[in-house]
């Protein structure tokens, strides 16, 4: 796999890595079905850190454009830290927040890594794959994968406020390995019912074992339409 090739996969995963904020039980029973029920004009913001400096990267906020029986279109925008850039794009995900296009890429089935699995409880545990495909120009980029349902627990972000939160983990690694570079990636996603969407997202890539790069994602402010 060429060095730029390498490069946009990791952009293009860059969003979830690894942080010790204390989980502790949760304050409440987990529910017994978690269903995503949100409405044109809802907005989440997070903050994007660097995993391994804990610097800012980037600050980005969802909102909900539109909503269908098997869809949800949001409206991404990222705001770069440092140089105060903007840039933004549609993004389509299927009604568990499992992202299917976001207008450079097209996941085929939906990726598992950024939303929920149907059926959500506790122990749950999957296998997938999925593609990546580049719309421009073309190019294809396979992942296996499983998921697991680890616990329900409170976690309390860098802000103070703290959500009740399923706590799902991802590994996954490019197939087939090329000119002997293993990929693999680990996801953490803490997925809140409350405000109907994660809370918090920790994402680590590896080649070959070694360490990579490390980002934190947390929830800044959460903004349902009344």
């Known amino acids: 796999m060429d060095a730029k090739l390498l490069g ?18 949760a304050s409440s029973p987990a ?27 980037t600050t980005m906020n969802l909102t909900v454009t539109e909503v269908t029986t098997s869809e949800i279109y949001v409206r991404h925008r990222w705001t770069a830290a440092k140089t105060q850039q903007e840039s933004s ?3 389509t995900f299927d009604r568990n927040w499992r992202r299917k296009e976001d207008g450079a890429w097209r996941d085929t089935p939906p ?13 749950k545990s999957w296998n997938y794959t999925w593609k990546a495909t580049r719309l421009s120009p073309p190019a294809d980029v396979k992942f296996t994968g499983s998921g697991k349902v680890a616990a329900w627990e409170e976690v309390t972000l ?16 490019v197939t087939p390995v090329v000119n002997n570079r293993k990929l693999e990636y680990k996801t953490v996603e ?33 903004e349902p339409k009344p």
């Open 8 to 25: 946009l996969i990791f952009v293009l995963f860059c969003g979830p890595a690894l942080a010790d904020d204390a989980t502790k039980p």
């Open 31 to 57: 529910p017994s079905e978690t269903a995503v029920n949100v409405k044109p004009g809802d907005s989440w913001e997070y903050e994007i850190r660097d995993g391994l400096t804990d610097q800012l990267r």
């Open 89 to 91: 794009a549609l993004v």
């Open 111 to 123: 990726n598992d890594t950024t939303g929920i699995p149907d059926g959500l409880a506790v122990n």
């Open 158 to 173: 860098p802000n103070g406020a703290s959500y009740d939160a399923y706590r799902i983990e991802f590994a996954e690694a």
């Open 190 to 222: 803490w997925y809140a019912p409350s405000v109907n969407s994660y809370v918090k997202r920790t994402w680590e890539a590896r080649q070959n074992g070694k360490l990579v790069d490390e980002t934190v994602e947390f929830l800044t402010t959460y």
